[in-house]
């Protein structure tokens, strides 16, 4: 008798249903990516069809499913996780070293037979991975088919389109007006030799317009395709979602509204000698197919990726105003969990109710900018862990802690000024020697990266050894990288910076004045705990010598480190003062935020060591 359980029985179903679409195409292997029409990273639930197909729920992944084969491929972050989920389901676990890793291309490559078929939806393969694909399909003599959405057809109750209104971002949150923005992205396809640019990343269009919405889960973007001309521009947005109002002040600016669905038939008709601007990292091949023949294309990083990554001068203010705020918000958040443990049933769960109840007290809040992690012990050695109502930890019950040792709290907002992300490890209990051992380590890899001086321009994959020379010191590593960029109210992890050993150090990556990038090394010990502590990095500039121009980074972050969790002895008294400093930044800065017993906690969570 099958004892699975409803769910893997429900996965294995729908992979039957799949093959069974496979036959009737005559197509030998579907490709699945963790995608959409605008290659985003949180997806609407419409395109949410690997997750829907295999019963893994992690951010990243690829399924391919053949006749007699299923599997995900996954980085480190999501290994536990996608072993737990897909066991009994039939569909294998894929490890790869990172995201970037074209595991499932290698071995289709390998696996492939001359004739044969592999199909995957143009219409959410991105441009850059449909070249590399086609040449390892072409490689092992098999066809690659791009224009079934046979995932479509084994769906039979599919989601639709999500549907919120969109809205603008205002002064003086927004300090720079939209037709300011489009006169300097137009300045920019001039310098690249275009009159028309195409848009499919929804925090750049977001961006370019002053536009905000709520169709992507944690990322106050919405559903649009834009085409940028040399007087005019057309964004393509779902009936209903632009109100009149709105839609007259975007004429104003010389932007008009057409139907979402519309969007390829109007990248259709560019005129027959028009030049093209696109990103091929960032559009998706059923667009690429859409452009005329005719029609010259410039291929280059979307100007607006690099503009929006360097912060104003206004949008700093406000990302430091945000940051009290949140900072005021965690306060309040620890001083209930300290004062709750051992006296109230605390789980996992109720971790991510209270910050994010917290957060919404606070002015300018708007959403989570992504899902709360809140790991304990074991659960907090998976990166990328997440809680639910079947499977979570318990800390606390009434009658005192349900067991010792590290929380790991990963969390961030969305306010109209800002966007924060912040990871901090708290001792539940007393924490033992090799916790602080670790504890400890890691401090002193994201001290290292944050006190940290280079030339502007350093291509930022190159800073990440940087935050892991100490974690290496201790014969440890980190499957994950150190940094990502991170948005103004837009997405949490945004590029084109990234401090990662996984990443290229191109031109793109160079860092910049303005930009903001997470500071976050880790230590996972698998089934004991998880260690990472996060602040987000601001670069501003440093000194000019006979060298060059040197930046260095703000730190915008401003919340206690657990003091409880260190190792004194393995910090130098450089660090120790880092760490003093900082505290006395936090204390500084928040405190007039606070009142009562959540002043009292900041006070004593902020004395030096």
């Known amino acids: 008798m099958d004892t699975l359980d409803p769910t893997r029985a429900q996965t294995r179903a729908r992979i039957d249903d799949l093959r069974k679409v496979l036959r009737e195409h ?17 997806l609407p639930a419409r395109w949410q069809g690997r997750a829907w197909a295999s019963g893994f729920t992690g951010s990243v992944g690829t399924l391919v499913v053949c006749a007699d084969f299923a599997g995900v491929w996954v980085d480190s972050r999501y290994w536990v996780q996608a072993e737990a989920e897909l066991a009994g389901t039939g569909v294998e676990l894929m490890k790869i070293a990172s995201a970037a890793s074209p ?19 143009a219409a959410v393969l991105g441009l850059a991975a449909a070249r590399q694909l086609s040449e390892a399909v072409s490689a092992a003599g098999a066809t690659l088919v791009t224009k079934l959405d046979l995932l479509g057809l084994a769906w039979p109750d599919r989601p ?39 848009l499919s990343t929804l925090d750049d269009i977001a961006w370019v317009f002053n536009l905000r919405g709520a169709d992507v889960n944690y990322n106050p973007v919405f559903l649009a395709h834009a085409l940028i001309g040399p007087s005019q521009a057309t964004l393509f947005v779902a009936d209903g979602k632009i109100d ?14 057409v139907p979402y669905a519309q969007a390829h038939t109007h990248l259709a008709q560019l005129p027959a000698d028009a030049v093209l601007l696109i990103d091929p990292r960032r559009i998706t091949l059923g667009a690429r197919e859409a452009v005329p023949a005719s029609v010259r294309v410039v291929e280059a990083i979307n100007p607006s990726t690099l503009a929006k990554s360097r912060k104003t001068a206004a949008e700093i203010a406000q990302v430091r105003a945000a940051m009290e705020q949140d900072g005021a918000a965690l306060a309040e958040f620890f001083t209930w969990l ?32 992504f899902g709360t992690i809140a790991g304990f ?23 005192g802690l349900a067991a010792e040792g590290l929380l790991l709290i990963d969390s961030g907002g969305q306010y109209l000024g800002g966007t924060t992300d912040i990871t901090r490890v708290v001792a539940i209990g007393t924490p033992s020697a090799a916790q602080k051992h670790d504890f400890t380590l890691v401090l002193k890899g994201m001290i290292a990266l944050s006190r940290t001086h280079f030339p502007r321009g350093t291509r930022s994959p190159v800073l990440d050894a940087i935050a892991r020379a100490p974690i290496w010191a201790g014969g440890v590593d980190y499957g994950h990288g150190t940094g990502h960029g991170v948005g103004y109210f837009l997405n949490v992890h945004e590029g084109p910076q990234t401090i990662s050993p996984h990443a290229a150090t191109e031109p793109q990556t160079a860092m910049e004045p303005g930009m903001i990038t997470s500071n976050e090394p880790g230590i996972y010990r698998p089934g004991r705990w998880g260690v990472r502590i996060e602040n987000l990095l601001l670069n501003v500039a ?32 450089d660090e120790a003062d880092w760490l003093n400093d900082y505290h006395a930044e936090v204390r500084a800065r928040v405190a007039p935020h606070l009142h009562g017993d959540a002043l009292a906690w900041l006070e004593r969570s902020t004395q030096p060591i």
């Open 377 to 399: 012990n074991a659960n907090g050695a998976m990166p990328h862990y997440r809680a639910t109502d079947a499977a979570h930890a318990t800390l606390s019950r009434r009658d």
């Open 338 to 369: 300290e004062q709750a443990l051992g006296h109230e049933p605390i789980t996992e769960l109720t971790i991510d109710e209270r910050v994010t109840a917290a957060r919404a007290r606070r002015p300018g809040y708007v959403s989570p900018s």
């Open 542 to 573: 440093h000194e000019t010598t006979e060298f060059g121009e040197f930046l260095r980074f703000e730190t915008l972050t401003l919340c206690p480190i657990d003091t409880r969790c260190i190792e004194r002895r393995l910090l130098t008294d």
């Open 244 to 257: 009149a109002a709105l839609r007259a002040r975007l004429a104003s600016d010389g932007v008009g509204v």
């Open 160 to 198: 639709g389109l999500p549907t919120a209104a969109v809205y603008e971002h205002l002064a003086p949150h927004a300090a720079t007006t939209r037709a300011e923005k489009l006169a300097a992205l137009r300045s920019a396809m001039q310098e690249a030799g275009a009159q028309w640019h195409w």
């Open 26 to 42: 005559a197509v030998d292997a579907l490709i699945i990516p963790s995608s959409d029409p605008h290659l985003s990273e949180y």
């Open 103 to 121: 595991g499932h291309v290698d071995w289709l490559r390998a696996h492939l037979k001359p004739a044969q078929v592999v199909a995957v939806d």
